[in-house]
Structure formats: structure tokens, C-alpha cells
């Protein structure tokens, strides 16, 4: 008894720390506020639900959800065809890259590539390694005074795209092989949530990342075609293991320590990504043996007693792309099941990359099996995960629910996160607001979340406040500097942003100006911030369409 009131105490003390930090960095008001109208939840059995309520807002948290009501005091009304959603989850993004324009694949002879380690030697992903480097190289210089530094500005842009599709926390940071990122930056803007921190989790800790645990033990170079030039057999490859920068120790083992211990941290793991999949004939054979050798790793461990697999379970293992993985097979379903791995996919950059793609989506409604969705990144991959969401819809013999929830509730469930993902009492005060839904029922709110386009996004809210919409909305929620592009495609309506308050009265065409000169200086060219302004973009979302459609719902 004493333990357990121990760790509620401590857990109290966190979740005052929590608030105080996430809530200074988004400006969050104090004084409650309260938010009226439809909106969708999911039920105790994971089934979207609309109904129609008042929310009320405190400290970032939803406070409590009253039945509705007209003409109710100091309570934000939205219109009878607005329906709000949970805040989107992106738990596969390679934030660093997003302001980076997607990779004309129309124009490249040598895609699609047979697996990653080709793809990265590519002359294309050695142009945006080098444009990103040239863009980091310029984080720590000031931007407008000492205390406002590049970094913040770029960190700014990057949040803003993702923010604008209705994301309300992306994956971050990179604990454990060393991998440079902009976690400093992403505290100090705190725009939307980051796995990476954990008072942006109301967590302890943060979300274990890590980019790889294995490596070939082939030599694939950029100087020399003919080592990455397809086609090319990755059978003979050997497995390396990937090891901490700091301690030297393999990451695998660094994972296996921690599940026996119990510390049931969550993880997420980029493994077997690559030409595998349902679509080409043959398999990116290297993929395999990533997949086999963490499955042998797991199963090897639970046979001597070092854990056992709930142990597994609890110490919430996602895999993000996952490609080798043949859920059709009975040995890789068990073994997904049983040990309750995560599985997070991401056909965009799949089909871009390698033609190919692992058949989830046949997945996606399996009780057993957790099933998430991700962007991946700007250069060949989807701008958001709503975008990824409205893919997968076109592509696959999916629903929109699956949808909405392997992009709210089980990405939050594979995070161990009960206050993300839905709208409920006690959750986060993180919304994503569509306007047009043609009647009060779930079937019109879930088409409205499947077919909208950028002009349908009355707001997005993070911690109960504001950061991209209608400005009304945006401004009775929460005080703050707001402001829109001088010139806005009609299209989109009088869409606002949010601009921290680090920046002053700058307004948001002369941030986008100061950013767009750093980009330019990187000989790289912007990734257009919404979705409908990119031309590349969508016509290369239609490319794809065309070319692998499955089933067009």
C-alpha cells in the first residue's frame, strides 16, 4: 500500500510538471474554456461513436464533457456541420527531412530500388542527405537575437506541416544510437507533441526511437553504381549489430536487458524495410533476416527464462515499416499476436521507393493484430498522416474507421498513452476539426475525415490551444500572436497560423521568407506546408492511384 501511494505521489508530481512546461511552451491559458459541438470518440470497444457534447478545457486537459446545450455561457459554438476529431498521431517521421520537396520519381531512372540500403545510396537520397545537413548546419546560429536561434525557426515550419493535416504529436528524438536530432528545438517551439519528450507525453519518460539494430554486412556506395544498381540478390548478406554510441553496447541487447527487467519502456523500431512485400515477385531477402533475427532474439529469450512474453507484451515493441513480415503466414502471425508486436505502415514511401508494399491493410480491423499508420517523410513519402490515412483509403480494401483509429487510438495505445488518441475526460485537449459533414450520423463524420481537403480544417488544437485554422476558433480558445500568408490560395478560406511567441510581432509571411532563404541556400527546394499547394506532390499521389490501386472503395 505505502509503494502504490508513493507512485501516485510521484506520478502527481510529474503531472503538475507536465503541465506547467507543455502548457508554458503553447501559451495554455489557465482559465477553463469550453468547446461545443459533434465530435467522435471511440467506445470501450474501440468503435468510433459520434456524439454531441461540451467540452470543457483546463491546463491542456479535457476537464470534463457536458451533454449539449444552446445558448450556454462562455461556451465556443461550432457549426452544425463541424465535427471534431482526436488529434492525429504520426509515431513513423522523420521530422529533420520534412521541409524537404518530394523526390520526382516520374523522372528517376533508377527507382524503383530493391531495398533501402540501395535507396540510400542513390544519388537522389545523397542530394537530400546533403541538403539536410547544410540546413542542420545552421541550427545553432542566431535568427533574430541571441535567444531565438535558427533552429527555432526551422523546428517552427516543420511542426507547422504536420500541425496543418491535423497532427497533434509525431514521433522524435533518438535515445539510443546517437542519431543527431533536434529534440532541444522541438522543446523550446512546443508547437505539437513530441515522443521524444516526455512532459509532452505527461509521461516519465520518453518513447524509445531508434532508426536501426541491424546492419548488412555489405559495402553499397554512391561512388561506385554498380554496388547499388538494381537489380540486385541480398541473399548472401550477414547480419551486424548496431551499437550504442555511448556505451558500445549492441542495441539488441540493450532491448532484450530492458524487457527483462521489466522496465516496459515502449519502443519504435525501423526494421526490414525494403522491397518485401505483396505486390512484386521476389523479397528483399536481407529484409527477411532482419525480421527473423529479432523474432529468433525474442523467442530465444522466453525459451531460457530470461523474460516471458507478456514481459514482451508490456514492453510494447513497434515496428515501423516491417516489410519482411508475412502476416498471411501462420509462424508471423502467431508471433505478432502472441507477442503483441506493433506493426506501423507507411505505403506511400513503399510504393515510391520499391514498388511494393506488405498487404496490412488486410490487417487493419484484426482484433489481434496492433496496426498503425505513419507519413515516414517529405521526400517520398506523405506530407501528414491524414494523407497517408486518405491513401491508404484509395489504394486498399480499407475502411475509414480502421483509419481513424490506427491513427489516433492504437498509435496511443502502442506508446502506452491513455490520455492520447481520443475524447474523453481526462485526455488530452488535442483536437482536429472538419467542417462539412452532410448529416449527424458516424458514417458522414468518418467519409468527411476520408475525403476533405485542406479547406475543410476549421482548427487544430494542441493542449487546448489554437495552432492552425479559422481564426475566430483559434483565438477564443487561447490569447496569442496569429497570423496568415499575405497571398492565400482562395481555395483554402482565411486559414491562420499560430506563430510562437519567441517570435515576436514578426508575422508569418516574414518567418516563411527567412525560411525559405535557408532552404534555398541548401539547394533544396521547400515542401510546401499544405497538402493542396503542393503540384508534385499530388500528381504524384495520383501516379500511385493509378498504378496500384487495389480497390477504390
Partial sequence: MKKNLFL??????????????????VSQPSAEKHLAGWYVSFNKEGKAVLDRGI??????????????????????????????????????????YHNIQLVDFQA?????WDNRFQWRASKENQMIEAQKNAIIAKWTEPYSTPDVLTGDLITYFLELQAAVGGTTLFQNGSQLDGVWDQEDFIERVGLIRSTGKAEHLGADRPIKSITQIFLPDAVISADDPQSYLPPMDTSAWGITYVKDRATQQPLIEYILDSISQKTEDAYLIHL?????????NGTDAYSRLEFETLKN????????GDFTVQDVRDAHINLIHGCAIDLDSEEDYKFISEYGIGLHWSPVSNLMLYDDTPNFYDFLSDPNIVMGIGSDWSPSGSKTVWDECKFAYNFAPVNAEDLLRA???????????????????????????????DQADISSALDLFISAEDSAV??????????YGERDLLESLAQGVYSQYAETPEALGTKYFRIPDMFGETTLQQLSDDYNAIIREADAVLSEIRTSEDDLYMQEIENLKDEFAISNN
Avoid at 501516485?8 to 511552451?25: G, K, N, R, S
Avoid at 528517376?108 to 524503383?112: I, M
Avoid at 526490414?272 to 512484386?280: F, K, S, T, W
Avoid at 532474439?297 to 531460457?304: C, I, P, R, S, Y
Fill in 8 to 25: 501516485f505521489i510521484i506520478m502527481a508530481v510529474l503531472a503538475l510538471v507536465y503541465t506547467a512546461a507543455f502548457a508554458d511552451d
Fill in 55 to 96: 467540452i470543457g478545457i483546463r491546463d491542456g486537459m479535457i476537464s470534463d464533457i457536458q451533454d449539449y446545450r444552446e445558448d450556454a455561457d462562455d461556451v465556443i459554438y461550432l457549426a452544425e456541420d463541424c465535427v471534431i476529431f482526436p488529434g492525429l498521431l504520426d509515431l513513423h517521421a522523420h521530422l529533420t
Fill in 108 to 112: 528517376n531512372v533508377d527507382a524503383p
Fill in 272 to 280: 526490414a524495410e525494403g522491397r518485401a512485400g505483396n505486390l512484386r
Fill in 297 to 304: 532474439a525474442l523467442t530465444k529469450g522466453v525459451e531460457n
Fill in 407 to 437: 491513427s489516433t487510438l492504437t498509435p496511443a495505445r502502442m506508446i502506452k498513452n491513455e490520455k492520447a488518441g481520443n475524447i474523453r475526460q481526462g485526455g488530452f485537449a488535442d483536437f482536429f476539426i472538419l467542417k462539412g459533414m
Fill in 458 to 467: 476549421e482548427g487544430v488544437v494542441v493542449a487546448g490551444t489554437g495552432i
